[in-house]
């Protein structure tokens, strides 16, 4: 009995050891035939430990799948081994480096060198600790070894993540491991910079429009910046903060897109415009914001399901873009020339950060890229809202004046006079200020119709209209007011507003209008002046008054000026 206890132990090591050679005959080898060593690019394998608690020594009889160095596994990959099977082939031995350069997400990374499966020499890197971390270099994790000629050894590398699955190692000689380490990350750092150039930029359109949606698109660059400078380790690389003393920070996954929904709405109009797309809208942003508000309790549980709702978004954002481009808003198609642009580079990244893609630079940097190139368009349409709304300014300053001034003189018109002359008249008191009305009227103006014709009359309404102009001041409101009749609000004393009067009449009567070569007219004016007693005088007793005085001016026999009594 014990015998065959014995032969069916002996069996059973011999299957497991088969096995066991097997499994290690099944892995793939990297082979090292040269001193100088810069592999970005080979084949290895990973095994999900789904328990997250297995020893090394679990881990080496565990069946591991083929694949390349660059890996994404989704969020059901929270603890994955990576397997790297080494040989040097080359005459001297080599002191190699296999980095890590995604680790300043990952909650933990940790090196185990082994040969023939006994453990050499290991370093475990608690990233969600605080405190100085060794082997950490900005955001790489760094582990080094000696490999003999024609020795093997194989290199497990344990990757614990927050949610999401993904990482890249690469394998150097020490020359090209700082290499390595110089350059990580200097290609994002420009991302960033030009995502701050854009918010400066802003700045300088919110002072220009002060409208809310400026704001909103701050708010979007600020959570975009953050997101890219946390996601692809700017925080790691030039500050050593990780991802993990950083976790809440996260949350900008999910503000981001919220404050590109809002921008949606205010930009578009949707709740006056659009209803139907704002509803959509409003379904999708209550989605992001309650994800966020979860965030703050529990941020890994909420970045669980934040991609899919950033799908989600992506999804109904270019829908509501195509609707509006369709019923034929003007923004809308450069708006959805970004939003393409943004919606195709971040699904490409959410398919990498689920596992469902490959990895490669614009799939793994998919969100940066996508929020950077929409950023710009954004700020294109801020910009062209901004010139549009200040061209219908523009039409509407316009229309007010052509509304306000006497087509022929230019000066302001009769209902333009009565309203601000009454504002002027209410403040005169508050601003201290003195009031004087002026009221004038052409001498025999129908006799020079009547005799050369309206067009030399246009011309002397003209002339008269430039004289008022040269006299006035830049307070003061001349108007036309009549036919001939004229009127000229001073901000000035009675005694200066009867020497402007003077002067008024003067050039008037040393003004002479050409009729043809040889023959030229004279003309004259009537001026009555008023000073605006108090407050309470209405336009319409002041012009009464000054009106009096005009016509004693003309009882008077003309060209001259009046003041009343």
């Known amino acids: 009995m014990v015998a065959r206890f014995l032969l069916l132990f002996v069996i059973y090591s011999l299957c497991l050891s088969m096995t066991t050679q097997s499994r290690a005959d099944n892995s793939p080898i990297v082979n090292i035939d040269q001193r100088s060593v810069d592999l970005t690019q080979f084949a290895m394998s990973y095994f999900i430990d789904s328990t997250g608690a297995m020893a090394l020594s679990q881990v080496q009889q565990q069946n591991f799948t083929n694949s390349q160095n660059e890996l994404t596994l989704g969020t059901n990959a929270k603890t994955t081994w990576s397997k790297i099977v080494i040989k040097n082939s080359y005459s001297d031995t080599l002191r190699l480096f296999v980095h890590n350069p995604d680790a300043y997400h990952l ?40 490999i003999a000629p024609n020795q093997q050894k194989t290199i497990y590398v344990k990757s614990v993540t927050f949610s999401h699955q993904w990482f890249a190692l690469t394998i150097y000689d020490e020359e090209h491991s700082k290499r390595a380490l110089v350059g990580n990350g200097n290609y994002i750092a420009l991302l960033v910079g030009m995502m701050l150039a854009l918010m400066i930029y802003n700045f300088f359109l919110y002072l220009s429009a002060r409208k809310i949606e400026n704001i909103v698109y701050a708010l979007y660059l600020i959570s ?22 950083l976790l809440q920070l996260n949350s900008n996954l999910l503000s981001m897109p919220s404050f590109l929904v809002i921008f949606v709405m205010l930009i578009f109009e949707t709740k006056k415009h659009y209803p139907k797309e704002h509803i959509a809208l409003s379904i999708i942003l209550f989605l992001l914001v309650a994800d966020f508000i979860y965030s703050l309790f529990d941020i890994v549980g909420a970045l669980k399901p934040a991609s899919s709702l950033a799908a989600l978004m992506m999804t109904v954002t270019f829908g509501v873009s195509i609707s509006l481009w369709r019923k034929g808003n003007t923004l809308a198609k450069y708006f959805l020339l970004g939003h393409s642009m943004f919606v195709i580079f971040n699904m490409l990244a959410v398919l990498y950060y689920k596992g469902i893609s490959n990895a490669n630079v614009i799939n793994s940097h998919g969100v940066g890229i996508g929020i950077l190139l929409e950023a710009l368009m954004m700020a294109f349409i801020l910009s062209y809202r901004i010139k549009s709304l200040e061209k219908i300014k523009a039409q509407q300053t316009e229309l007010n004046r052509l509304v306000d001034t006497d087509p022929m003189t230019g000066l302001y018109n009769r209902r333009y006079f009565d309203r601000k002359s009454e504002e002027l008249i209410a403040a005169m008191a508050s601003n201290q200020q003195e009031l004087t009305l002026l009221i004038a009227d052409l001498d025999h103006f129908k006799n020079i119709n009547d005799t050369y014709g309206h067009d030399v009359g246009d011309k002397v309404i003209i002339a008269f209209a430039n004289i008022l102009t040269s006299e006035q001041g830049l307070a003061d409101i001349a108007c036309r007011y009549g036919g001939e009749e004229f009127v000229l609000l001073l901000n000035c004393n009675l005694l200066d507003a009867k020497q402007i009067a003077e002067r008024i009449r003067q050039k008037a009567q040393e003004t002479y209008i050409t009729i043809d070569e040889v023959q030229t007219v004279q003309f004259t004016v009537s001026i009555g002046v008023h000073s605006v007693a108090h407050a309470s005088t209405t336009v319409k007793e002041t012009l009464t008054i000054a009106d009096k005085a005009l016509y004693k001016a003309k009882s008077n026999g003309r060209n001259c000026v009046e003041v009343a009594a």
């Open 224 to 245: 975009g910046t953050v997101w890219v400078a946390l996601s692809y380790g700017v925080a790691a690389n030039f500050f050593g903060i990780f991802s993990a003393e």
């Open 107 to 146: 909650e933990e990374v940790s090196f185990y060198e082994t040969q023939s499966a006994q453990l050499i020499n290991q370093s475990v890197i608690q990233l969600d600790k605080t405190g100085p971390k060794a082997n950490m270099f900005g955001g790489s994790a760094v582990f080094s070894f000696y």
